[in-house]
Every structure is written in C-alpha cells, then in structure tokens.
C-alpha cells in the first residue's frame, strides 16, 4: 500500500543523527536518494512514509523507530525524558513504582470487569480506565527499558522483534504465515 502522506521528521533526523553518529551523505547513499533531497529532511520538509521507512531501516535505531511509528500511526512514542536518566537502572525503578501505582487499582478494577458491559457504572467505567491508564503509563516505561537491554547488546529493538518472532508463532501468540 503506497501513501502519498509526508511527515516533518527533521528533529528526529537530527537526533538519530548526533546518537549514531551517522551523517546525510550516508543516509542518502543507503536510501538511494539525492543528497538535497536528504538535507531538506534534516531541514524540515516533509518526509513520505517510504523514505522515512527506508531511512529507519538504515540506521536501526530503536528511538528513531518508535519517534516515526509514533508520529504516523500515533502509537506509544518513545521516552526521552530531561529529568530522568534513561538506563536500565534508573527505568527498573520506575517501573517499579509504576506497577505499584497499577496495583492499588488493580482490585478495583478487576472487581469492575466481573460485570457485563450494561450493568457498569460511572465508578467503574472511572476504575477500568484509571487501571488501563496506569498500566499504559507501565508499558511506556517497559518499552525504554527493553530498548536500553538492547542497546548495551548492541541490538536495537526491530533486530530483536525478528529474531523474536518464530517464537512467538511458535507459542502461538502470533498467527503464522
């Protein structure tokens, strides 16, 4: 499915960019595109889908990856935080603290789901969402910290998904192909 749709995606560019110290003339070279046409990215005009697909496969940078499938199809974007660290250390205790959070709702929550969909009220509607929101805020963190694992492998998170995948089908988690 070919879309015509382009994305701004200059800052993550220059992000990508400084962290794999990886420069235009690469990218354009990888990407089989002209040197200009990778300069105006950089400089803020508009990315189609496929090239930013191809520039993300070039660099495998697990950040950058979830920065553009954040942008494109609003999934969970990447964490990159001013005030806190990003290493494994410092996102196992906030997730921690995360599904601390999560647990206190939990029974709440589950006490609400025992119902059929009629017969909730507004205080339960209130408690599952409370609980799916906290548990979102505990995915957020997870995702970074399974990327910073990866990272000190030397692996970004798309070369891990493939290596994962026939696991997966195997457990029947995935349907196979």
């Known amino acids: 499915m070919k879309s015509s749709k382009s994305y701004v995606i200059s800052r993550e560019l220059n992000s990508v960019s400084e962290r794999r110290q990886i420069n235009q003339v690469a ?12 300069n105006g990215y950089y400089r803020g005009e508009p990315t189609p889908i496929e090239a930013m697909q191809q520039i993300a496969e070039v660099v495998d940078d ?17 964490m ?41 009220s507004k205080e339960d509607k209130e408690a599952i969402f409370e609980y799916a ?22 692996m970004s998170m798309m070369t891990a998904v493939k290596r994962r995948v026939p696991h997966w089908k195997m457990k029947k988690y995935l349907k196979g192909e």
């Open 80 to 120: 990159e935080s001013e005030v806190f660290r990003m290493d494994p250390y410092a996102l196992d205790i906030i997730q921690s603290i995360e599904q601390e959070e999560r647990n206190q709702l939990k029974s709440k929550a589950m006490f609400a789901l025992t119902k059929n969909k009629e017969a909730l």
């Open 62 to 78: 697990s950040i950058f990856s979830q920065q553009l499938s954040h942008k494109v199809f609003e999934n969970i974007p990447a």
């Open 133 to 154: 929101m906290n548990y979102l805020d505990e995915v957020f963190i997870e995702i970074r910290y399974i990327i910073t694992l990866f990272e000190k492998l030397g």
């Open 27 to 38: 990218i354009a070279k990888e990407t089989c595109r002209a040197k200009t046409t990778v």
